[in-house]
């Protein structure tokens, strides 16, 4: 029996993510914008890098003046991984004008139930089994 983490898997709606944009392009592009030299522009990031570094070490949460933050999380192992909330400002833009490109966009909104139906009737020999939780 097929577990519930399966029909998501291959019929849940997901990004087809793009080609990465690069550090050259980003860079270029912020130099295009600010009119700034490619030297100011990496310095600038550089520095950034420091500074993020230095907060995160003392535990401390880092803001960005757009709202963007970073925070230390510390995990039972004693492992330290880095959590980031993005401006609500950049997710609001990037959810109201997103131009990539979806799979399985015609399932977007659909319940676990319309989704096991989509499963069923594309594996009629391999029913989804209902007991198990989604993951």
């Known amino acids: 029996m097929a577990k519930k983490i399966q029909v998501w898997t291959a ?3 997901k990004i087809d993510l793009g080609k990465p944009m ?3 392009e980003i860079i270029e592009n912020i130099v295009a914008a600010t009119n700034q030299s490619k030297g ?3 310095a600038v990031l550089s520095e950034l890098d420091v500074q993020l570094e230095a907060g995160l070490k003392a535990g401390r949460i880092v803001q960005l003046p757009n709202k963007t933050h970073f925070e230390p999380i510390g995990k039972k192992d ?3 991984e880095i959590g980031v909330r993005v401006s609500p400002d950049l997710l609001k833009k990037v959810n109201s004008g997103f131009r990539g490109t979806w799979l399985n966009a015609q399932n977007k909104g659909k319940t676990e139930a319309e989704m096991i139906a ?3 009737a594309a594996y009629p ?3 989804v089994d209902n007991s198990t939780p989604l993951s």
Do not use: A, C, Q
């Open 11 to 13: 019929f849940g709606p």
């Open 22 to 24: 690069p550090p050259e």
């Open 40 to 42: 100011s522009v990496l």
């Open 78 to 80: 004693g492992v330290v």
């Open 118 to 120: 989509i499963w069923d």
């Open 125 to 127: 020999n391999d029913p």
